[in-house]
C-alpha cells in the first residue's frame, strides 16, 4: 500500500511540475494565431535559404527567388509520382537533394488510394520544428483551455506502427506515428504505455492482444491515434479485463487527441465505450508530410492553422485542379466556404507538393479550417463531385433519423448500362442497424440533394442517376478486407470514396 501511495504522489507531482512548464508557452502559440501572415513570411524565407544550395534549389532557380510569386513561376506543383524521382535519390543515400541536412527516416505511408507506397522524407528540422513543436503547442492550448487537467498524473496510450532499417542506406522507412516514437526522449516512456518494444511491434494481429494486456494494467489518462483503429483497440481492452466500459479501466481517462479521419461517424461509438462526461475530444490534422492544424478551442470542431510550423502553404481551388498549371492562392489570399486542395513546402523538402487533402476555411481571424475530403476521394462518374465531407454529413442525418451507427463504410459509382441509369452503391457496416433501411436510404439520398447540387441535378427525375443502393455489411467486414490488403492498424484508413469500383467490388467479393 505504502509502495502504491509513493506512485501516486510521484504521479502528482510529475504532473504539477509539467502542466505549468507546458501552459507558460501560451505566448508562442498565441503569437503566430494573430500574426499569421508575418509568420507565413519568415516560415518562406527560411525555406528558400535552407533549400537554395540543395541540387533542388539550384534547378529550380532559389537563389532568385524574392517572394511567393517568384516561387510560382520557378516550381511547379508536383503531386507524389512527380515528386518521386527527387525523394528516390534520398532514399539511395544520395544528400542535399531536396534539403540542406541528412534524411535519416522517410514516413511510409500507403495513403488510401494508390496501393503504391509512398515515402515521405523526415528532416530533424521537420521532426523538431514542425511534428514535435505542434504538438507542445496542442498540449499547452488544451491545458490552458482546461486548468484542471490531470493528464501527466497518469500515462499517455500510444497507438503507433513500426519502422525497418534499409540495409543499404542506413534510413529507416516506418509509420509517423513510430518515427516519433523512436525519436522521443527516453524520459517520455515514463509518461507512456504500452512500452516501445510492444508499441512498435510490426505484426497487428500479435501487437493487438499484447497492447491490450499491457495497457490494460496502466493509469492511463490520454489517447492519441487514429479513431477506428482506436476503437478496435479499446474494444479489446474490455474483452481483456471483462468489464462493460473504459471508465471501469480507466477512471482518470480524460483526453482522445484523434485524426487522420472525420470522428463525426465513429462519435456515437466513443460514447458507448466511454461514457464520460469529463471525457474530451480534440482534433488534429497530422499528417506524415507535417502537423499542420490542430482543435484550440473545447466545443468547435475546426482547427487553427499552424503557421509557425516550418510549414509555408498555398491553395488550389478545386476548379484548377485539372489545370496543367494550376493557380494557387497564399494565405492572404483564401476565401472561406471555398474548397481548396493544400500544396505544402516543408522543412523536410517538400516543395509545392500537392499533398492530396481538401480543406474549407470557416474563419479568417485567426486562420482556421475543416478538413474537406481528399483530392482523389470523390464521386465524379456523372458530374456529380460528390465529396467526403458530404458523405460524412448526409450519413449523420440518416443515422439520426433512424437510430443507426456506423462502424464503417465506402461508396463508389454504379456505371450506366444500356438499360440503365447509373447509381452510387454504398457498403456500410453499422454498430446499430437502422431502424428502417429504405428509411435510411432516403434520408441519405436527400442529405446529399440538399448538400450537393449537382447530385441533386443528377437525381431530378432520375434523369442520370437511380436511388442510392446501400449494402449492410456483416459485422468484421472492413477489418477482415483491410487485412487481406496488408493494411492493418497503424496510420491506414478505410477509403471513403472512389471514381471507380475496385473497392466495392473487393469487399462485396468477401461479403
Known amino acids: 500500500h505504502y509502495h502504491m501511495l509513493k506512485i501516486h504522489t510521484m504521479k502528482q507531482l510529475l504532473n504539477d511540475i509539467i502542466s505549468p512548464v507546458l501552459r507558460s508557452r501560451i505566448k508562442k502559440?498565441?503569437?503566430?494565431?494573430?500574426?499569421?501572415?508575418?509568420?507565413?513570411?519568415?516560415?518562406?524565407?527560411?525555406?528558400?535559404?535552407?533549400?537554395?544550395d540543395t541540387s533542388f534549389g539550384r534547378e529550380h532557380g532559389f537563389a532568385g527567388i524574392k517572394n511567393a510569386a517568384d516561387f510560382a513561376l520557378n516550381v511547379p506543383v508536383r503531386r507524389y509520382e512527380d515528386f518521386f524521382?527527387?525523394?528516390?535519390?534520398?532514399?539511395?543515400?544520395?544528400?542535399?537533394?531536396?534539403?540542406?541536412?541528412?534524411?535519416?527516416?522517410?514516413?511510409?505511408?500507403?495513403?488510401?488510394?494508390?496501393?503504391?507506397?509512398?515515402?515521405?522524407?523526415i528532416s530533424r528540422e521537420s521532426l523538431h520544428g514542425c511534428h514535435f513543436k505542434a504538438a507542445y503547442d496542442l498540449v499547452t492550448v488544451y491545458l490552458s483551455n482546461h486548468r484542471d487537467s490531470r493528464m501527466f498524473a497518469g500515462k499517455s496510450l500510444r497507438l503507433g506502427g513500426s519502422l525497418q532499417k534499409d540495409g543499404g542506406t542506413g534510413?529507416?522507412?516506418?509509420?509517423?506515428?513510430?518515427?516519433?516514437?523512436?525519436?522521443?526522449?527516453?524520459?517520455?516512456?515514463?509518461?507512456?504505455?504500452?512500452?516501445?518494444?510492444?508499441?512498435?511491434?510490426?505484426?497487428?494481429?500479435?501487437?493487438?492482444p499484447r497492447m491490450a494486456e499491457e495497457v490494460s494494467r496502466a493509469d492511463v489518462t490520454t489517447l492519441a491515434g487514429?479513431?477506428?483503429?482506436?476503437?478496435?483497440?479499446?474494444?479489446?481492452?474490455?474483452?481483456?479485463?471483462?468489464?462493460?466500459?473504459?471508465?471501469?479501466?480507466?477512471?482518470?481517462?480524460?483526453?482522445?487527441?484523434?485524426?487522420?479521419?472525420?470522428?463525426?461517424?465513429?462519435?456515437?461509438?466513443?460514447?458507448?465505450?466511454?461514457?464520460?462526461?469529463?471525457?474530451?475530444?480534440?482534433?488534429?490534422?497530422?499528417?506524415?508530410?507535417?502537423?499542420?492544424?490542430?482543435?484550440?478551442?473545447?466545443?468547435?470542431?475546426?482547427?487553427?492553422l499552424l503557421t509557425d510550423h516550418g510549414v509555408f502553404y498555398e491553395f488550389v481551388p478545386m476548379a484548377?485542379?485539372?489545370?496543367?498549371?494550376?493557380?494557387?492562392?497564399?494565405?492572404?489570399?483564401?476565401?472561406?466556404?471555398?474548397?481548396?486542395a493544400v500544396v505544402i513546402s516543408t522543412n523536410g523538402?517538400?516543395?509545392?507538393?500537392?499533398?492530396?487533402?481538401?480543406?474549407?476555411?470557416?474563419?479568417?481571424?485567426?486562420?482556421?479550417?475543416?478538413?474537406?475530403?481528399?483530392?482523389?476521394?470523390f464521386i465524379n462518374a456523372f458530374g456529380e463531385e460528390l465529396i467526403v465531407e458530404n458523405a460524412d454529413t448526409a450519413l449523420g442525418e440518416a443515422c439520426s433519423a433512424t437510430g443507426a451507427v456506423i462502424r464503417e463504410y465506402t461508396a463508389g459509382p454504379v456505371f450506366m448500362g444500356q438499360e440503365e441509369k447509373g447509381a452510387h452503391e454504398w457498403i456500410i457496416e453499422f454498430a446499430v442497424a437502422p431502424s428502417d433501411m429504405e428509411t435510411f436510404t432516403d434520408v441519405l439520398d436527400e442529405g446529399l440533394k440538399k448538400l450537393n447540387s449537382d447530385y441533386r441535378a443528377k437525381r431530378y427525375i432520375d434523369i442520370t442517376l437511380r436511388r442510392p443502393i446501400v449494402h449492410a455489411a456483416p459485422d468484421g467486414l472492413f477489418y477482415r478486407w483491410m487485412g487481406s490488403r496488408g493494411k492493418l492498424g497503424g496510420q491506414n484508413k478505410v477509403p471513403r470514396l472512389a471514381n471507380s469500383r475496385d473497392y466495392l467490388d473487393g469487399l462485396l467479393g468477401m461479403m
Open 29 to 52: 502559440t498565441e503569437y503566430f494565431r494573430d500574426h499569421p501572415l508575418k509568420t507565413q513570411d519568415e516560415v518562406f524565407r527560411n525555406l528558400i535559404k535552407s533549400g537554395s
Open 85 to 121: 524521382p527527387y525523394i528516390e535519390r534520398c532514399l539511395k543515400g544520395e544528400g542535399n537533394v531536396l534539403w540542406n541536412t541528412p534524411i535519416r527516416h522517410f514516413s511510409k505511408s500507403s495513403g488510401t488510394t494508390n496501393a503504391q507506397s509512398k515515402f515521405i522524407p
Open 171 to 208: 534510413a529507416k522507412c516506418g509509420d509517423l506515428s513510430a518515427i516519433l516514437m523512436s525519436n522521443t526522449p527516453k524520459w517520455a516512456d515514463m509518461c507512456s504505455t504500452p512500452p516501445r518494444n510492444t508499441a512498435l511491434l510490426a505484426d497487428w494481429n500479435e501487437k493487438l
Open 226 to 304: 487514429v479513431p477506428s483503429w482506436m476503437l478496435v483497440l479499446l474494444n479489446k481492452v474490455l474483452e481483456v479485463t471483462e468489464k462493460d466500459d473504459i471508465t471501469q479501466v480507466w477512471p482518470n481517462l480524460e483526453l482522445f487527441m484523434h485524426g487522420g479521419i472525420n470522428f463525426a461517424p465513429y462519435k456515437q461509438l466513443y460514447e458507448k465505450v466511454i461514457p464520460s462526461d469529463k471525457m474530451r475530444y480534440y482534433e488534429t490534422y497530422n499528417a506524415s508530410e507535417g502537423f499542420f492544424a490542430f482543435q484550440d478551442t473545447p466545443h468547435s470542431k475546426d482547427m487553427l
Open 320 to 340: 484548377e485542379l485539372d489545370r496543367e498549371s494550376p493557380r494557387a492562392l497564399t494565405l492572404g489570399e483564401v476565401e472561406t466556404g471555398v474548397n481548396y
Open 349 to 377: 523538402g517538400l516543395w509545392r507538393y500537392m499533398i492530396g487533402d481538401t480543406v474549407r476555411f470557416v474563419s479568417k481571424d485567426p486562420y482556421r479550417i475543416v478538413i474537406t475530403g481528399r483530392t482523389k476521394q
